[in-house]
């Protein structure tokens, strides 16, 4: 279980401070909605240590991960931006999300290419991000953060812009990412979004 308990943060004196305070049981999506600027990626990167909170504490199964280094963290992150590495494949970038020093074995290799054919991208593990459309990039940062497989996955609004026979694709590796145990937190203002994925909701 992913516990967000009695958390309070504020960037500047002029804006109040946001409290968050919810848990999401293990293999469940919790939805963070809300109107633009209402604060949902700040709780996203409070959960991924991006930020540090002013008070309160984070836990994962009961264990405080507040106070650890972002990757130290239980968590994937997918965030608007999509940050793909440009001077490396397609292939490599999503490599290094399974395991930094590229040490793939045959089953890791062949779920990239499985996933890669999956999401329309068969065949573009050797091409640049650089030659990718924008959709393109955010089914290669989503595939990476999935195939990741850290216990917890923070989604920043995934599958915004993406074509209706993608965004269904997405949805349903998502939905057997839940099914294997995989916590999630969407933010989400994309109601399709969240009535496919979520099981609980947070409102800002
Ligand atoms: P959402 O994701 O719901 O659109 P955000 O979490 O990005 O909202 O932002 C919430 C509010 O915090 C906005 O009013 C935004 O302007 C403000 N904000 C975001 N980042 C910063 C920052 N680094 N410094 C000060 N204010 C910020
Ligand atoms: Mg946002």
């Not at 999300?97 to 991208?121: M, S």
């Not at 997405?170 to 145990?181: D, I, P, S, V």
Request: charged letters at 20%; proline letters at 6%; one cysteine or more.
């Amino acid at each position: 279980m992913l516990e967000l308990e009695n958390l309070v943060f504020q960037y500047g004196r002029s804006i109040p401070p946001w409290r968050f305070h919810f848990s999401v049981e293990a293999g469940q999506c919790l939805a963070i909605q809300g109107p633009s600027g209402s604060g949902k990626s700040t709780v996203l990167n409070l959960i991924a240590g991006f930020l540090a909170p002013d008070s309160g504490r984070i836990l994962w199964q009961r264990t405080p991960i507040h106070q650890q280094k972002p990757w130290q963290r239980p968590v994937t992150s997918v965030f608007q931006e999509h940050n793909l590495f440009e001077h490396l494949d397609v292939f490599t970038n999503i490599g290094l999300g399974i395991h930094p020093g590229l040490k793939l074995d045959q089953h890791q290799r062949k779920a990239i290419d499985a996933g890669l054919e999956r999401t329309g991208l068969a065949g573009f593990g050797p091409r640049m991000p650089g030659e990718l459309s924008g959709g393109q990039r955010q089914r290669v940062a989503l595939l990476r953060a999935i195939l990741r497989r850290q216990p917890v996955l923070l989604l920043d609004e995934p599958l915004t812009g993406l074509d209706a026979d993608t965004r269904h694709i997405l949805y349903a590796m998502l939905l057997e990412e839940k099914a294997r145990g995989i916590t999630m937190v969407l933010a989400s203002h994309d109601e399709e979004e969240r009535r496919i994925l979520a099981d609980s909701y947070w409102n800002l």
